[in-house]
């Protein structure tokens, strides 16, 4: 499986973002996706996940402003983002799961194949 995300960029507080990732290979209807992003001197952390099922999963700190689909048709998810501010500044990675399951959603483990990333800016 492949991915390649894209959508990022300089943007500026309060303002809004998709991004998009798009997956080549496998059966994209049957695996789950998700978000990760890695701040600049911080460990990557988890963002959002969908499962194949359509369970979606956040984390605390983007709940009410993100929102991740997926189109299966498509091969891609998208991450849109709203209401950004500068602590969401980061790189944001995808990645694919083949066999996750709800509580392991938000884990870095459960996926096992990741795009390489793109950067957000966001300016206060």
């Known amino acids: 499986v492949q991915l390649q995300a894209s959508g990022g960029g300089l943007v500026q507080a309060g303002d809004s973002l998709r991004l998009s990732c798009a997956a080549s290979?496998?059966?994209?209807?049957?695996?789950?996706l998700a978000w990760f992003r890695q701040a600049p001197g911080k460990e990557r952390m988890f963002v959002a996940a969908i499962k194949w099922t359509g369970e979606t999963k956040y984390a605390d700190s983007v709940k009410g402003r993100f929102t991740i689909t997926r189109v299966n048709a498509k091969n891609t998810v998208y991450l849109q983002m709203n209401s950004l501010r500068p602590e969401d500044t980061a790189v944001y990675y995808c990645?694919?799961?083949?066999?996750?399951?709800?509580?392991?959603?938000?884990?870095?483990?459960?996926?096992?194949?990741w795009g390489q990333g793109t950067l957000v800016t966001v300016s206060s």
């Open positions: 990645a694919v799961s083949l066999g996750a399951i709800s509580s392991t959603m938000a884990l870095e483990a459960t996926y096992s194949y």
């Open positions: 290979g496998g059966t994209f209807s049957r695996y789950s």
